[in-house]
């Protein structure tokens, strides 16, 4: 083998690992690519629906806990469940109608109340999501070592981080082999619960008569006790701190973007399987419960402990309950999919309005947002090990985030309906959804901040104050950059009239510049009139080159992508008419891809054996200062270019271009 072979090889063995942990290159050129990696309704509710159903195994548990002697009151608790999920579910339903785009509620808080409520919005959905993953896995931990020796049971953090992990490297995969591969889990989970609670149900019906008869009893009782105040305090206060039961219900409409077409259609329906599926079984659950007085066990889930008394006298009971609670804690790790679905794209949709770095809009060759994929996965993995594995202090953090946007997205809802009151005849019946909705959201992150603020509440807080600051100070730099770099703008208003235009195609054999740009724009036409200045009349050809970048903003469908192609196109004709009219004869070249780098440098490649007599140019904001915190925000674009390139023997000049901040 030469060396030249040799250094090829080492090459191809990093690639060749990444494509076996993650998968090969996604071909996006491929019309039907988008068809094949969408997700029909039944997978919607497998990668988006189990985040809400899975909450079952936490969220009714921790509300029954909170009644104390009170357990007469879980039968409205269970009633009270199931309707608020059917009122928040509706409520999410007209946010897919009305915003078909996805982001939910960051793109409904930006739209309907102002950019500042959205970056609030935002910021607590990126933490919620965050919490998605690490709640989710802490349960799911929790739930399997059930069944685990107590000795066992300091592994338990290991596992759960081990787990995360395991979710980072699927989801780098894509969302769809994702979710293939967790479909069978959602499936037994459906099975078993309905076994668990529909006998659970039907095997005490002759006791229905014993249980009313207690209820008022009980409930006579603490009339005369405590008074109907105390007794509604005592619900309200269960009903709030069961909060974790609606977490996952906004996942759908943050994840329209990843559906099949038609896409609301497909939306509203994985909704629908959703909600019923969440309200049947939180609020049989809640019946379970007090049916089968089910009282905690230590180091056992409360759904643990009902699993083990309805089964106790099956022939493979024990076997039954373990593979009912299995199946529960398996869902638990699918519902933190949701964690990597949803945040990267919430995180995308606030990179293309400047709020996070830019790079978090990049879609990775697999079509995935890597990115922020790795830094869900980071940040789950800390909070995680923060709160060892405690699923109580977590669920509470968690309940926070979700509420904060539940409440601002139903605000926001309640003002565009009554903002269209005189275009929609139907506004008086949406706006009572959402105003309802908004009083529950409202009144249970009120009581859950004021009842965990101590155990919890006040992380999230700080967390999410913490994200919403950082993105001011994102956004506030893009702009003093924005303003610097339109500057260069001035070009634009000094365009030569059209004088003797060149149309010879450029000459191979002739001196070549060779312009790498974004845009038509005032960046671009510095760069092209400082060629000329900095090398008159050396260059007698000049093709400009544009990289049709493929991110999450414009992903979202074939049709996106020709449209992303075609404005690409005609950026670049404006460049080869102006060179024209300045007497050079010019040509453009554009490629899509979703790596610009490796795109890039592929197309220039192939310019330059066309035009061998070649000089490869292209721009580079410069600060006077420069810090981390640029190179954070900025890519390094033209610098992985240069470097590429001129590793294969291509001249390639960076030009600076001066940000005034």
Request: with cysteine; net charge neutral.
């Amino acid at each position: 083998m030469t060396p030249e072979n040799d250094e090829q090889e080492k090459e191809r063995i990093p690639s060749r690992i990444r494509h076996a942990v993650i998968g090969a290159k996604r071909n996006i050129a491929d019309p039907s690519l988008f068809h094949k990696i969408a997700l029909i309704p039944i997978l919607a509710w497998i990668g988006l629906g189990a985040d809400g159903l899975s909450s079952s195994s936490y969220g009714p548990a921790e509300a029954f806990m909170a009644l104390g002697s009170h357990l007469y009151l879980a039968l409205f608790l269970a009633f009270a469940t199931a309707l608020t999920v059917f009122i928040i579910s509706y409520a999410y339903s007209r946010i897919i109608e009305h915003f078909p785009s996805g982001g939910g509620g960051y793109i409904v808080a930006t739209h309907t109340i102002g950019e500042e409520a959205g970056v609030v919005s935002g910021s607590a959905l990126l933490v919620d999501y965050m919490l998605t993953i690490t709640v989710s896995i802490a349960a799911c931990a929790e739930a399997l070592f059930s069944f685990v020796p107590p000795e066992f049971q300091r592994f338990k953090l290991v596992f759960a981080v081990f787990l995360v992990l395991l979710l980072i490297i699927l989801n780098l995969r894509g969302v769809k082999e994702s979710v293939m591969v967790l479909a069978p889990i959602f499936l037994v989970f459906i099975a078993t619960h309905a076994l668990l609670l529909g006998y659970g149900i039907i095997a005490h019906i002759s006791g229905f008569g014993a249980v009313s008869s207690g209820i008022q009893a009980n409930l006579a009782t603490d009339l005369s006790a405590i008074g109907l105040i105390g007794i509604l305090a005592i619900f309200f206060r269960s009903y709030s701190l069961g909060a974790g039961t609606y977490t996952g219900i906004e996942a759908v409409a943050n994840g329209l973007q990843i559906m099949r077409e038609p896409r609301v259609q497909t939306g509203k329906r994985t909704m629908a399987y959703m909600a019923s599926s969440l309200a049947i079984v939180a609020g049989s659950l809640f019946f379970c419960y007090l049916l089968w007085h089910v009282v905690p066990v230590p180091g056992k889930t409360l759904n643990a402990v009902l699993a083990d008394l309805v089964f106790s006298g099956w022939s493979f009971g024990g076997l039954l309950a373990f593979i009912t609670i299995f199946s529960e804690g398996a869902l638990l790790m699918v519902a933190a999919q949701t964690g990597f679905i949803d945040g990267p794209r919430v995180m995308a949709n606030m990179a293309i309005d400047s709020w996070f770095p830019r790079r978090f809009a990049s879609l990775s060759e697999r079509l995935t947002m890597q990115d922020g994929i790795l830094l869900m996965g980071s940040a789950a993995l800390v909070l995680l090990v923060y709160a060892r594995g405690a699923v109580t202090v977590l669920v509470v953090m968690y309940a926070i985030n979700v509420f904060i946007t539940f409440s601002l997205s139903e605000f926001g809802m309640s003002r565009f309906f009554f903002t269209r009151r005189r275009e929609d005849p139907l506004w008086k019946r949406h706006i009572s959804i959402h105003l309802t909705g908004l009083i529950l959201c409202s009144t249970i992150l009120s009581i859950t901040i004021f009842e965990k603020f101590t155990e919890g509440g006040w992380l999230t807080l700080l967390i999410t104050a913490c994200v919403i600051g950082i993105c001011f100070l994102i956004r506030r730099h893009y702009r003093e950059v924005t303003v610097g770099i339109h500057k260069l703008d001035y070009h634009l208003n000094n365009v030569p009239s059209a004088g003797t235009v060149n149309m010879d195609p450029p000459d191979p054999r002739k001196m070549t510049a060779v312009q790498l740009v974004t845009g038509f724009n005032g960046f671009g036409l510095h760069t092209f009139y400082s060629i000329i200045k900095s090398f008159p009349n050396l260059y007698e050809n000049f093709i400009f080159v544009s990289v049709a970048v493929v991110d999450s903003g414009s992903f979202k469908g074939a049709g996106e992508v020709k449209a992303l192609e075609e404005s690409v196109q005609a950026g670049l004709q404006k460049y080869v008419d102006l060179a024209r009219t300045l007497g050079f004869a010019a040509d453009c070249r554009t490629a899509t891809g979703t790596d610009v780098v490796e795109t890039a440098v592929t197309l220039c490649q192939s310019i330059a054996k066309e035009f061998p007599n070649s000089t490869f140019y292209t721009g580079q904001v410069v600060f006077r200062h420069e810090s981390p915190f640029h190179k954070v925000l900025h890519n390094e674009t033209a610098f992985a270019i240069q470097r590429n390139l001129q590793f294969s023997g291509i001249t390639t000049v960076i030009l600076p271009v001066q940000a005034e901040e």
